[in-house]
Protein backbone atom coordinates (compact mmCIF):
# COMPACT_ATOMS: atom_id res chain seq x y z
CA UNK A 1 0.00 0.00 0.00
CA UNK A 2 3.18 2.67 0.59
CA UNK A 3 4.21 1.89 -2.77
CA UNK A 4 1.01 2.88 -4.07
CA UNK A 5 0.30 5.65 -2.24
CA UNK A 6 4.44 6.74 -3.38
CA UNK A 7 4.08 6.55 -6.72
CA UNK A 8 0.01 8.53 -6.87
CA UNK A 9 2.03 11.43 -4.92
CA UNK A 10 0.65 10.98 -1.71
CA UNK A 11 4.17 10.03 0.36
CA UNK A 12 7.90 11.64 -0.84
CA UNK A 13 10.14 8.92 -0.80
CA UNK A 14 13.10 11.15 -0.29
CA UNK A 15 14.76 9.45 -3.39
CA UNK A 16 15.35 12.66 -5.76
CA UNK A 17 12.06 12.00 -7.82
CA UNK A 18 10.29 14.95 -8.96
CA UNK A 19 6.27 15.55 -8.03
CA UNK A 20 6.05 16.06 -11.65
CA UNK A 21 7.33 12.48 -12.53
CA UNK A 22 5.09 10.81 -9.59
CA UNK A 23 1.91 12.89 -11.12
CA UNK A 24 2.71 11.41 -14.65
CA UNK A 25 3.52 7.82 -12.87
CA UNK A 26 -0.23 8.48 -11.28
CA UNK A 27 -2.06 10.06 -14.40
CA UNK A 28 -0.56 6.27 -15.58
CA UNK A 29 -2.24 4.35 -13.14
CA UNK A 30 -5.11 5.67 -13.41
CA UNK A 31 -5.59 5.74 -16.97
CA UNK A 32 -4.65 1.86 -17.36
CA UNK A 33 -6.89 1.38 -14.17
CA UNK A 34 -10.10 2.91 -16.12
CA UNK A 35 -8.85 0.91 -19.46
CA UNK A 36 -9.05 -2.30 -17.26
CA UNK A 37 -12.03 -0.86 -16.46
CA UNK A 38 -13.56 -0.74 -19.61
CA UNK A 39 -12.50 -3.63 -20.31
CA UNK A 40 -13.81 -6.17 -17.93
CA UNK A 41 -17.40 -3.88 -18.45
CA UNK A 42 -16.87 -5.34 -22.24
CA UNK A 43 -16.12 -8.87 -21.23
CA UNK A 44 -19.07 -9.07 -18.73
CA UNK A 45 -21.39 -7.44 -21.54
CA UNK A 46 -20.12 -10.20 -23.84
CA UNK A 47 -20.98 -13.01 -21.34
CA UNK A 48 -24.48 -11.54 -20.88
CA UNK A 49 -25.00 -11.24 -24.37
CA UNK A 50 -23.83 -14.96 -25.02
CA UNK A 51 -26.40 -16.31 -22.16
CA UNK A 52 -29.10 -14.10 -23.79
CA UNK A 53 -28.07 -15.76 -27.30
CA UNK A 54 -28.45 -19.10 -25.79
CA UNK A 55 -31.51 -18.66 -24.11
CA UNK A 56 -32.92 -17.09 -26.93
CA UNK A 57 -31.90 -20.12 -29.27
CA UNK A 58 -32.81 -22.99 -26.96
CA UNK A 59 -36.83 -20.93 -27.13
CA UNK A 60 -36.77 -20.82 -31.16
CA UNK A 61 -35.63 -24.29 -31.84
CA UNK A 62 -37.70 -25.74 -28.89
CA UNK A 63 -40.91 -23.46 -31.36
CA UNK A 64 -39.76 -24.87 -34.52
CA UNK A 65 -39.18 -28.65 -33.71
CA UNK A 66 -43.10 -28.77 -33.05
CA UNK A 67 -43.68 -27.57 -36.32
CA UNK A 68 -42.04 -29.78 -38.52
CA UNK A 69 -43.82 -31.75 -41.09
CA UNK A 70 -46.97 -29.64 -40.97
CA UNK A 71 -48.51 -27.82 -43.36
CA UNK A 72 -47.38 -26.72 -46.87
CA UNK A 73 -43.75 -27.58 -45.87
CA UNK A 74 -44.56 -31.25 -46.26
CA UNK A 75 -42.31 -33.00 -48.76
CA UNK A 76 -45.17 -34.55 -50.57
CA UNK A 77 -47.50 -31.41 -50.69
CA UNK A 78 -44.97 -30.01 -52.94
CA UNK A 79 -43.92 -32.77 -55.18
CA UNK A 80 -47.79 -32.80 -55.74
CA UNK A 81 -47.92 -28.82 -56.70
CA UNK A 82 -44.84 -29.58 -58.76
CA UNK A 83 -46.58 -32.52 -61.17
CA UNK A 84 -49.75 -30.41 -60.84
CA UNK A 85 -48.06 -27.00 -62.17
Do not use: P
Not at 38 to 56: G, L, M, N
Request: glycine content about 18%; charged content about 35%.
Amino acid sequence: MREVRRVLGGESSGGGSSSAAGAAEGEALEEESRAWDFFTRQISDWEQREVSWKAFRASHERARSGKKGKGKGKKGMWGLYGRLG
